[in-house]
């Protein structure tokens, strides 16, 4: 059976390519969604992609999840530093859950440093531009047994230690 990934995008994440490029670049949401479902057809795995401005709906979404996806990507954006609600959903969810964020939080100001929603997830991505969803969708094929057979064997066995 194939892999069925939720990405999830939070606030202002509908205003790439506009929004700051010197932080996060000119590469739309459509743009990175695009290649998260060409990627998602290269693996034989299905992926829905949501954005939205509203935590509840974050919840709402992440609350769906249970039962229908077997891993969350999740772009918090300004929730990953505020969302106890968010923390408290992913908590729900059992699968992999892998954090992404355009930018190196780790680099930014003090406000956008700490991500807390981190602390709910089973991994994080950051820095890596856009680029962090599709190693994300990687990690979570990976982390979920699923790579298929074309990806070399010695891809399939690489783990970390717990």
């Known amino acids: 059976m194939a892999a069925k990934i939720m990405i999830l995008n939070g606030p202002n994440l509908n205003f790439l390519g506009i929004r700051e490029p010197h ?16 990627l998602a057809a290269t693996l034989g795995i299905t992926i829905s992609f949501h954005q939205s401005n509203l935590e509840g709906e974050l919840v709402n979404l992440i609350q769906s999840a249970h039962g229908h996806a077997d891993a969350i990507i999740m ?44 602390t709910a997830s089973t991994a994080v991505i950051c820095g890596l531009g856009p680029y962090g969803y599709i190693a994300a969708i990687l990690a979570a094929v990976q982390k979920l047994g699923k790579l298929p057979d ?10 970390a230690k717990a």
Do not use: M, W
């Not at 932080?23 to 060409?38: D, K, N, R, V």
């Not at 074309?150 to 783990?159: D, E, K, Q, V």
């Open 23 to 38: 932080i996060y670049g000119s590469t739309t949401l459509a743009e990175i969604e695009a290649s998260c479902q060409a």
């Open 75 to 118: 772009n918090p954006a300004a929730y990953s530093f505020t969302s106890i609600a968010l923390i408290d959903a992913l908590k729900i969810f059992e699968g992999p859950k892998i954090e992404v964020h355009i930018s190196n939080i780790h680099a930014r100001d003090e406000l956008h440093r700490h991500s807390i929603t981190s």
């Open 150 to 159: 074309g990806i070399p064997a010695s891809l399939h066995g690489l783990r």
